[in-house]
């Protein structure tokens, strides 16, 4: 079982959750963050100069992903679906997976990948 975090902007959300959806992958968390990545914040030019925004909303989407799924194809249904036209833009975000051990539905103690 994999976890699956990925930073979009925040007017991605409907094109990536129709992706996930035309591919079979319906469970999802969003949340709300506001982060920054490698070269810090970004400049703006404002009616009073150049100031710099520290940290940038984004929305966080985090699945959990069962072994019977190809978690390629879900990779590739979120980036095409967060990237920017044409080529992408910076700040169309990052993807990051990990491992994960183990899962429990609450309901009846069921345990194992094929409750996610
Ligand atoms: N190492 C990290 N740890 C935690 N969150 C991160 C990390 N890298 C990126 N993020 C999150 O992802 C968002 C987008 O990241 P980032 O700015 O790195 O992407 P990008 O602008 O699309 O790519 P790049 O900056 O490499 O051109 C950040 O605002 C932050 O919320
Ligand atoms: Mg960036």
Redesign the pocket.
Same mark, same amino acid.
């Given at each position: 079982m994999k976890k699956i975090e990925a930073?979009v902007r925040p007017e991605k959300l409907q094109r990536v959750k129709e992706a996930l959806d035309a591919i079979g992958v319906k469970s999802l968390s969003v949340y709300d963050?506001r /982060?920054? /990545?490698?070269?810090g914040g970004i400049k703006l030019a404002g009616r009073v100069g150049e100031y710099v925004v520290d940290f940038?909303d =984004?929305l966080k989407l985090e699945l959990f992903i069962n072994c019977g799924t190809d978690i390629e194809a879900v990779i590739t249904a979120i980036a095409d679906a967060a990237r920017s036209e044409p080529n992408g833009r910076?700040?169309? /975000? =990052?993807i990051f997976i990990s491992d994960v051990q183990d899962a429990i539905r609450i309901r009846d103690l069921e345990r194992g990948e094929a409750i996610c």
């Open positions: 930073y963050v /982060g920054r /990545g490698a070269q940038i =984004k910076p700040g169309d /975000g =990052k």
